[in-house]
């Protein structure tokens, strides 16, 4: 039986991260390469040996890129897809009252959020396949799973935009789908994290922390745990898991 020490390890593994370059990405790159993996971070913005800046609503570029990126690791383990449109989000017709939220918002949102998830795994499946380890993560959000309580925004200039909500949820779908598919050579698991602290307004920040049973908002830190796990053998056994990360926000 191996120890956990040699199940968390990922020496010598390649890790994708899609959308490395943001707060979360940051968190998932720095779990990555502590536990061993030579990790290359698809954004648009980013820096290093190992950054392919790439616009993910642009799927012909996503192909490209991801191919790009497999040639250069010389195949792939781990593909983390946590690039997002979010509420801070500045985008014409995203961040704004529902009745001024625009399909155009909309469709680069769940292009950003959920299709490019979709356009990876194509291309990359079957170097995870080869990989006899392989793993992807895809990020949902609480808001994947619940509704937003909007009584947490009064007061505020934040927004909860209506494509966010359903492209979380797809991603979930997306997930429990090609958990089923790639199986049993690719594991497919999502991480749903509750509200991080990103310095948001004190009213909000104030109403969330009492709504959840541990008393605060996640922070990155928070991320690595389950980055750890779901990329590593540790979780060897699970696949179509939803691990969610919220403080108990989701239990009431």
Not at 201 to 224: Q, S
């Amino acid at each position: 039986m191996k120890t956990v020490k040699e199940l968390i390890n990922l020496k010598n593994r390649k890790a994708l991260v899609v959308g490395g370059s943001g707060h979360i990405g940051r968190a998932v790159c720095g779990t990555l390469e502590e536990l061993g993996s030579d990790v290359a971070i698809m954004d648009l913005e980013g820096e290093g040996n190992f950054f392919f800046p790439c616009d993910l609503r642009d799927e012909k570029a996503i192909r490209c890129c991801a191919r790009e990126v497999i040639q250069k690791l010389g195949g792939l383990d781990v593909l983390v897809h946590c690039a997002a449109y979010v509420g801070t989000t500045k985008d014409a017709g995203w961040a704004v009252p529902f009745e001024e939220q625009t399909v155009e918002a909309w469709d680069k949102a769940l292009r950003v959020n959920v299709t490019s998830a979709f356009v990876l795994a194509q291309e990359c499946h079957k170097a995870l396949q080869n990989s006899g380890h392989g793993s992807v993560i895809l990020f949902s959000s609480i808001y994947g799973m619940v509704g937003p309580d909007l009584r947490l925004y009064e007061e505020t200039s934040m927004a909860n935009p209506a494509g966010y909500n359903a492209s979380k949820g797809g991603i979930l779908q997306l997930s429990r789908y090609l958990a089923t598919l790639l199986a049993p050579a690719i594991r497919v698991n999502a991480i749903s994290p509750g509200g991080v602290w990103r310095s948001q307004p004190e009213a909000f920040h104030e109403r969330y922390k009492k709504r959840t049973p541990l008393g605060r908002m996640a922070t990155e830190e928070d991320m690595k745990g389950a980055i750890a796990y779901l990329a590593s053998d540790l979780s060897k056994y699970v696949t179509g898991h939803n691990l969610v990360i919220d403080g108990g926000y989701t239990i009431w």
